[in-house]
């Protein structure tokens, strides 16, 4: 099992910043590849980013080089940097995490709000 907390969401401005957390804490398995999806009002979930256990990177092409997506291996916690905001990028991200068995796991989601 794995649970996931995320943190960090928020009301910004667009063209402000914002970093979300995603600390995971597992039982009897250990945690592959994490992410962030997000998911606008009236609309369907969506890929953010991306990272490997080996540390490979993938973002959506809306978010490519204003959003970066990190790891803490040490303290199994996943980070998305989002630089200049814009309106949007509003919705609940939620943070997404597979086991070494491939199974999936969502946390609870948080809100990030940009407004113009």
């Known amino acids: 099992q794995v649970q996931l907390v995320e943190s960090g969401g928020g009301l910004v401005q667009a063209g402000g910043s914002l970093r979300l957390s995603c600390a995971a804490s597992a039982t009897r398995s250990s945690v592959g590849a994490m992410g962030w999806y997000r998911q606008a009002p009236g609309k369907q979930r969506e890929l953010v980013a991306g990272?490997?256990?080996?540390?490979?990177?993938n973002y959506a092409n809306s978010v490519r080089g204003r959003f970066t997506i990190s790891r803490d291996y040490a303290k199994n916690t996943v980070f998305l940097q989002m630089c200049s905001l814009k309106p949007e990028d509003t919705g609940v991200y939620y943070c997404?995490?597979?086991?070494?068995?491939?199974?999936?796991?969502w946390g609870k989601g948080t809100l990030v709000t940009v407004s113009s």
């Open positions: 997404d995490a597979k086991d070494e068995y491939g199974r999936n796991y």
């Open positions: 990272i490997t256990h080996g540390g490979d990177t």
